[in-house]
């Protein structure tokens, strides 16, 4: 039973180090500056991957929704404009894998639509990743799970059986199952940690990840002490910039300290199997008032 998956650089699974994303998203506004620091940011903490979002706005777009009006950083717009104005097109993407190449780091994204699939696929991502709000769109599993690449499943808001049609339209030979709570920012009474415990356990030959949308790390850090074996979290250069993604998203700072507290937590967890060490010899000697009866 296989239950890596190859992701770019590296494997992502049980024994593997924790697979660590940073969640870009379209935290960058539009900005193709603000995409390369990011991708630097999470190059500096020790990432391993970048994660964006793809869209074709007219897919995307509810068409009652194209000409309503709304307040953005650029002035007043068009939500169909304001989804044009935020999406980076191929000569964008082509400067952020030429980047990513140069700093060392992974980079895919989240494709919402079939034509988003086909642009993606130009730029031959290790992975691609399903939103929770695209888990019930059985055209874009199918699409995704033809090209033969590990796909990310997110599942929040999601009911169990409609995980499990997921898994089956998508074949649980390449994918990798990450718990999520889809409130952004979401309150740690909602998080349900052990629903990772529960994927582990319906479905044995898959890897279970986790995807957060909370504040704070350290029930991040939790997830990765339940046997989460992929963490995504949500970047951002600046928590206060405009954006619905931003405010549940970790700076800079917080993203290094996450990657190194996981690496930690991962070290600490070791191999279950209880042993006397070598560093314990001496305090044996020293505090042990009763030698062992039995030395096995």
Request: charged share 25%.
């Amino acid at each position: 039973m296989n239950r890596l998956r190859t992701l770019g650089r590296r494997a992502a699974g049980p024994g593997e180090p924790v697979y660590v994303t940073g969640e870009i998203g379209i935290n960058h506004n539009g900005d193709l500056g603000k995409a390369l620091a990011l991708v630097d940011a999470a190059a500096d903490a020790g990432c391993d991957a970048v994660k964006f979002q793809k869209r074709t706005p007219e897919i995307c777009t509810p068409r009652d929704q194209w000409d309503v009006e709304r307040d953005t950083p650029w002035g007043r717009m068009t939500y169909i404009d304001y989804r044009h104005r935020v999406e980076f097109g191929e000569d964008e993407y082509r400067a952020i894998d030429e980047h990513c190449r140069e700093r060392g780091i992974d980079w895919f994204a989240s494709p919402w639509d079939t034509d988003a699939v086909a642009f993606l696929e130009k730029f031959d991502p290790p992975a691609h990743k399903v939103a929770s709000a695209s888990l019930t769109d059985d055209e874009l599993l199918r699409t995704l799970r033809a090209t033969g690449r590990t796909v990310v499943l997110s599942t929040g808001m999601s009911t169990p059986k409609q995980i499990r049609h997921a898994v089956e339209v998508l074949g649980s030979d390449t994918i990798l199952l990450c718990h999520a709570t889809s409130t952004y920012p979401a309150v740690a009474e909602e998080l349900n940690l052990r629903v990772i415990q529960s994927l582990m356990r319906d479905y044995p030959n898959i890897p279970i990840g986790y995807s957060g949308h909370e504040t704070g790390l350290q029930t991040t850090l939790a997830a990765v002490a339940l046997g989460a074996c992929f963490v995504e979290r949500h970047i951002t250069l600046d928590r206060a910039m405009w954006g619905s993604d931003q405010a549940a998203s970790v700076e800079p700072g917080g993203l290094t300290r996450l990657v190194r507290d996981i690496r930690t937590i991962e070290t600490a967890l070791g191999d279950g199997i209880k042993k006397v060490y070598e560093s314990e010899l001496a305090p044996m000697k020293k505090l042990r008032r009763v030698p062992a009866t039995a030395t096995v």
